[in-house]
């Protein structure tokens, strides 16, 4: 059920460049949120924009939604810009969510950017210490120092700069050379997206893919999100996804 409350910013800090970790207290949704799970921001009317923006949950705690969000436009620097005990309207739990997987299987969880946010949140749920995390970014003032993030995260940028060199699949297919998870969740953007459909396919690996496509209504009434699906027809990322099956979709 989706309900609308009325969020407490309980914290905000600027992590990278431009990237900020927040925590917004809705104790009626965090007591329903999966991982998958997106929410839907008003921004402050100071933004001059009156649209809902879609965020996904990085995880819950103490009533509060964590969230990952990058300062890219208005909404985001008026969302960026909110002080401890400032408030903002929350819609959610909105979208489906990954499956539940198995607790002994091993997951590899593989973002870009903001991407990472749904992947946390399944990292933290899942709890198996096998499981391997990689957030991929450009360099490394797009991604926070790994003292803020779970040990089991390891860090990759375009150029070097810090973590493994790489962009998120070319490290993801090194690691394949001597080990191999049984399921990949992936979120990011596009090109992650397709090279992880390529490499769960070339490997035989079960994987998840969540989409952030460009969103209008983001409940599922106007199908601006809609995406081509392999089967025929489409499906709208925000009221069928944004979680599908790698193969599900063409993107
Ligand atoms: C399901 C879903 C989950 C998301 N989760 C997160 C998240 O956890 N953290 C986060 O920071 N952002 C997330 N986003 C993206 C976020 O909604 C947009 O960044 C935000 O709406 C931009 O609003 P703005 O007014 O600040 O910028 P705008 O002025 O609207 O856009 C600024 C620039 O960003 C580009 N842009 C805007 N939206 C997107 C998008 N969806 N994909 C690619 N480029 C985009 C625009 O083309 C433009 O170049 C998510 C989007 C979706 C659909
Ligand atoms: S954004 Fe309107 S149907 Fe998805």
Not at 52 to 66: K, T
Not at 67 to 76: E, M, P, Q, S, W
Not at 227 to 241: E, H, T, W
Request: charged share 20%; glycine share 10%; aromatic share 6%.
């Amino acid at each position: 059920m989706k309900i609308q409350e009325k969020g407490v910013v309980i914290s905000n800090q600027e992590v990278a460049c431009n990237l900020h970790f927040m925590e917004i207290q809705v104790p009626k949704i965090s007591a329903q949120i999966k991982p998958g799970n997106f929410v839907s921001l008003l921004p402050p009317a100071s933004s001059g924009t009156f649209l809902r923006r879609p965020f996904s949950v990085a995880g819950v705690h103490d009533r509060a939604l964590q969230l990952v969000i990058r300062d890219i436009g208005k909404a985001t620097h008026a969302i960026t810009s909110l002080r401890e005990n400032e408030t903002i309207e929350v819609l959610g739990p909105l979208g489906n969510s990954y499956p539940t997987f198995e607790p002994d299987k091993k997951l590899w969880l593989l973002g870009g950017g903001t991407g990472i946010a749904s992947l946390l949140f399944l990292h933290e749920a899942h709890n198996n210490p096998k499981d391997r995390i990689l957030w991929g970014g450009k360099c490394s003032c797009e991604l926070p120092e790994p003292a803020a993030l779970p040990s089991s995260c390891t860090l990759a940028t375009d150029d070097g700069s810090c973590g493994e060199c790489g962009n998120v699949v070319e490290v993801a297919r090194r690691w394949l050379a001597s080990d191999k998870p049984d399921y990949i969740a992936a979120c990011g953007p596009k090109g992650l997206l397709k090279g992880v459909q390529q490499v769960a396919s070339e490997y035989n690996i079960p994987a998840w893919i969540s989409c952030e496509e460009f969103m209008a209504c983001g409940v599922g009434a106007c199908a601006g999100c809609a995406i081509p699906l392999a089967a025929g027809g489409y499906a709208r990322v925000c009221a069928d996804g944004p979680v599908f099956k790698a193969e599900e979709v063409v993107l």
